[in-house]
């Protein structure tokens, strides 16, 4: 199972958030770029950015997260994302240097370009991201509820040949509640080719051990990494 550590940027600043709520920042690194030289240093093969403030509709942070893939080249691999609601901005990140581009709102609101947007990287570049809360998927930075439910948007998924999904729980997320098991193991179940990520509500070692046994393809981390519940040696024993 991979383990992959997460940065989320918000004004500039790797930070986190409680439950994905605008306001409630805790700042980890003043600088992201020193956030990616961390990782790199801790051996991680692979590092998941997310524009919060691009989620939010804003393009603060556009030149930084170039940068960021500019200094990650040939370091480590970089799956991206947060507001990429266009196929433009998608292969623009890919040409950059992104390894793999994150979809959430796009991937509901633009089914059609979606299929587009599939043809024209290859569903080796694409993770589609299911944020999820009360069996509904959250969109537009999880503002809004939309009307899909997540499995069977999990299973449309599948049929059109999406090979990732990063399944989020947003009442998981930041609180170090621990994994929302019983729909990641739903997930797994109702999405039998196609590779799923999880996040939200790692705590411990414990968390990581009992995830490995869902048969999920990897778990991004980010609060239990930052205040240290987590042995960093773990990254570099991941596959």
């Known amino acids: 199972m991979e383990i ?13 958030l409680y439950k994905g709520r605008k306001g ?17 240093n801790h051996g991680t093969k692979r590092l998941h950015f997310i524009d919060l403030d691009g989620a939010w509709g804003s393009s ?13 080249s040939n370091k480590t691999k970089i799956q991206i994302g947060g507001g990429i609601r266009s196929i433009e901005s998608a292969v623009k990140l890919i040409d950059l240097g992104a390894d793999r581009i994150i979809i959430g709102t ?47 948007f999990g299973r449309e998924l599948e049929e059109l040949g999406i090979k990732f999904i990063l399944f989020s729980s947003i009442e998981a997320d930041g609180t170090f509640s621990g994994p929302d098991f019983e729909n990641i193991e739903k997930m797994v179940n109702s999405v039998k080719k196609t590779s799923l990520y999880v996040a939200g509500g790692v705590r411990n070692i414990e968390d990581v051990e009992n995830l490995k046994t869902t048969g999920v393809k990897g778990v991004i981390i980010g609060k239990a990494f930052y205040e240290q519940s987590l042995p960093f040696s773990i990254i570099k024993n991941s596959k």
Do not use: H
């Open 24 to 40: 409630t920042e805790t700042i980890y690194f003043e600088d992201p770029l020193e956030a990616l030289d961390f990782w790199i």
């Open 60 to 72: 603060i942070n556009k030149d930084l997260l170039q940068k960021i893939i500019k200094k990650a």
């Open 4 to 16: 992959i550590p997460a940065i989320d940027i918000s004004n500039g600043k790797c930070v986190r």
């Open 106 to 152: 796009f991937a509901i609101k633009n089914p059609n370009g979606l299929k587009e947007l599939l043809e024209i990287v290859g569903s080796d570049k694409i993770i589609i991201a299911i944020d999820y809360r009360k069996e509904k998927v959250a969109i537009q930075g999880w503002t809004e509820l939309s009307n899909k439910n997540p499995f069977s």
